[in-house]
């Protein structure tokens, strides 16, 4: 029960940081706002004041009363910027924090941080409204009723647009209860769960190199909880491969595996950088019987094996290995041929010219084509 109730003070804590951004970053728009709404104002305020004190309610509505209104707005100092928060120091101060934020989104590429940034900025405007009175006394005749929209309003957009799982997913991995993108080492009897799942989804799982006896090693999983009870939940997910702008809404139809596996018998692994990954496919799921060329399907597959190695970042070497049934010379320049169309179908299909890729074929019984990646550091 303490624990729930300290993940309930995690996400409070969050929440009321990204609130607090949000209306930082929003000052110099809430200026901007507040000076374009003055615009048309009367420059003669004073004479204004004193014809129009107030504004006679017979007066229909048209230009003229739109801006007598603003005018008198201006007179009484009215502004979307709370008094406390008014003077251009803030404002700039502002401009360059929600600048660098959005810099940062772009260098990044994330989505997901560029929609934080934009939900950010309209959660502050809303926030900064709430906040806006003439004076003290009058804040505090509806305080109760402001700080209630300001706790809600705010937490039912984010919701809408972002979904409550980015916050959850900021408190669990403070707390150590979920990491992504992590390897993990587990027994070996999950193997043939593992190769069924990586059809599914239709991406590499499985390392090539064994650290010990008994075990394997998976790349990129999300470990969504663990180190709570005896069970670890964890999800195998396939690339988002098309890229998804910031106001369009996440695709729900990649497809993903979740099971749980006892803690003890797992070992999570998560190094910065990336650590090197060593994938293998059976050569008779690339080529046909005898055959030393690739086909459409092969050449998907690959294309698979592609977007798993550039999801952390672009290679810098790439080292093909490849193996057939017999252990003769022929079968030796066999191998070599479909090492080479391999190796030659990945440089194609990863972006980066400065790709290094060597490829060597031998002979084995073992009949796999073996990829070891190199990021680099």
Not at 224 to 232: H, N, P, R, S, V
Request: a positive charge.
């Amino acid at each position: 029960m303490i624990f729930f109730v300290f993940i309930a003070l995690a996400f409070a804590f969050i929440y009321a940081v990204f609130i607090g951004y949000g209306a930082f970053s929003a000052l110099w728009l809430a200026h901007l706002i507040t000076f374009l709404f003055r615009s048309p104002r009367y420059r003669d305020k004073k004479l204004v004041a004193q014809l129009f004190d107030p504004i006679p309610s017979s007066m229909p509505l048209s230009w003229r009363r739109f801006r007598l209104t603003i005018t008198r707005a201006a007179l009484d100092k009215k502004s979307l910027v709370p008094k406390f928060a008014q003077g251009w120091t803030l404002g700039i101060a502002s401009v360059l924090a929600f600048t660098l934020f959005a810099i940062q989104a772009y260098l990044g590429n994330s989505v997901r941080f560029a929609e934080f940034a934009w939900t950010g900025l309209f959660v502050g405007i809303m926030v900064l409204m709430l906040l806006t009175a003439d004076t003290p006394s009058e804040f505090s005749a509806n305080a109760k009723t402001r700080i209630a929209a300001i706790a809600l309003i705010p937490l039912l957009i984010i919701f809408t647009y972002l979904g409550p799982m980015p916050f959850f997913s900021v408190v669990f991995r403070g707390l150590g209860i979920r990491a992504e993108n992590v390897a993990i080492e587990m027994p070996d009897s999950e193997l043939g769960n593992i190769e069924r799942i990586s059809d599914l989804i239709r991406r590499p799982l499985i390392d090539c190199r064994r650290a010990q006896p008994g075990k394997i090693l998976v790349h990129d999983a999300d470990v969504l909880w663990t180190g709570i009870g005896d069970q670890t939940l964890i999800r195998l997910r396939g690339y988002e491969t098309e890229k998804r702008s910031v106001f369009a809404a996440e695709r729900n139809n990649i497809p993903e595996a979740v099971f749980n596996l006892e803690t003890k018998s797992l070992h999570i692994i998560k190094t910065k950088p990336y650590i090197d990954p060593c994938f293998d496919l059976p050569d008779n799921q690339l080529f046909n019987t005898g055959k030393d060329e690739l086909g459409p399907e092969a050449k998907l597959r690959l294309k698979d094996l592609a977007d798993a190695i550039v999801q952390h970042r672009k290679p810098v070497k790439l080292a093909v290995h490849g193996h057939s049934v017999a252990g003769d010379t022929e079968s030796q320049a066999f191998a070599k041929r479909r090492v080479t169309a391999v190796a030659a179908t990945l440089k194609e299909q990863i972006d980066n010219p400065e790709l290094v890729v060597f490829s060597d074929g031998t002979g084995s019984r073992e009949g796999r084509i073996e990829v070891r990646v190199s990021y680099g550091r």
